[in-house]
């Protein structure tokens, strides 16, 4: 039954995230097409926009999460020596954490 359920939240992260992914890029895209960035200043500043750098933040997240849930299921169903799997899925997951620190750092310097 918990397995069930583990595989139908990750299901639901990976759908969620893979929607707001979509969606933030369009945006994106949208925002750029209508008002091209001039320079680097003119970038940093709309980013550092309370709204627009919590977008980001949710959209790093999001990418994180959809990650994760992809690259742990692949190697959970192809990855089959219980030691290789869990270094694997251990290290990918400091990978992740790693990344999301350095996008923290990042937005943080973005804001001051």
Do not use: C, E, K, N
């Not at 627009?52 to 999001?62: A, D, K, N, V």
């Amino acid at each position: 039954m918990s397995r069930q359920l583990s595989g139908f939240s990750a299901w639901l992260v990976q759908r969620i995230s893979a929607l707001y992914l979509a969606f933030f890029l369009l945006l994106l895209f949208y925002r750029l097409l209508l008002h091209p960035v001039a320079d680097f200043q003119q970038w940093q500043d709309w980013v550092s926009h309370p709204f627009i750098s919590s977008l980001f933040l949710l959209f790093f997240l999001s990418l994180l999460l959809h990650a994760w849930v992809g690259i742990r299921d692949v190697i959970i169903d192809y990855v089959h020596p219980f030691a290789i799997r869990m270094t694997m899925l251990v290290l990918f997951a400091l990978t992740l954490v790693g990344l999301g620190v350095w996008i923290l750092r990042i937005m943080i310097g973005v804001q001051g």
